[in-house]
């Protein structure tokens, strides 16, 4: 079974320029999450997604970041324009179900250094 | 709003030897997990603890949950070098959705 594929790998830019990241979640799965993981810090949820629909995006910095899940599957997180403290691993997940988290897939994430 | 800590947030331990990780959360909470993540991958799901006194266990580790002290553990057992990763405990709040990660526990595991 594919797991949650995420790209870049790792993307370096400039502040205010901007950035966008890609996530294909595991065939089947409704639920997609999106985190940021600062250096040192645990994973923090950005938005989750059911289906094409957003359930949670309260810790989402709307002035800078967006997201879009387009026909419920592929999903696209954008910063524009990046800040230095906006330098971390963003990391996809998906779930079959976004009630039951034990079923929760992370992929490899994106790591962003903003100079 | 729900808080994670754990400690100590970081391990470094002999093969060989015991040693446990704590995961302290503030509010109520039906759900917690142990995930271990190893440098450039991805999380990888170790324990789900659903109720008061649950205990999980998997070769040296094992995880256990109170829920009154609000406290879970992930007991190392005769540690060896495959164990070195990160381990991050996260909690769902009761009556929210939202999974909350601790801050990790990086654990390295020297011969």
């Known amino acids: 079974e594919a797991g949650v594929a995420q790209s870049p790998r790792y993307k370096i830019i400039e502040k205010r320029q901007s950035v966008a990241f890609w996530c294909n979640p595991i065939s089947g799965h409704a639920t997609l999450y999106w985190y940021q993981q600062i250096l040192g810090q645990g994973p923090k949820l950005l938005i989750q997604f059911q289906n094409n629909g957003v359930v949670d995006d309260s810790q989402l910095p709307k002035d800078r970041f967006s997201a879009e899940r387009l026909k419920g599957v592929d999903s696209t997180l954008k910063i524009q324009p990046a800040k230095l403290e906006d330098s971390a691993v963003y990391l996809c997940a998906s779930s079959l179900d976004g009630t039951v988290y034990e079923k929760l897939f992370f992929g490899s994430g994106t790591q962003l250094s903003v100079l | 709003e729900l808080k994670v800590e754990q400690n100590p947030l970081f391990l470094s331990m002999q093969e060989g030897k015991n040693y446990t990780i704590y995961c302290n959360y503030s509010?109520?909470?039906?759900?917690l997990y142990w995930y271990r993540q190893d440098p450039g991958k991805s999380l990888e799901s170790l324990f789900v603890l659903l109720s008061n006194g649950a205990v999980k266990q998997e070769g040296r580790l094992m995880a256990s949950l109170d829920t009154k002290a609000r406290l879970s553990t992930l007991h190392i057992t005769a540690a060896v070098h495959d164990l070195s990763a990160t381990y991050f405990c996260?909690?769902?709040?009761?009556?929210?959705?939202?999974?909350?990660f601790g801050t990790g526990t990086r654990l390295l595991v020297s011969p």
């Open positions: 509010t109520t909470s039906d759900r």
């Open positions: 996260a909690v769902v709040s009761t009556g929210f959705q939202k999974l909350v």
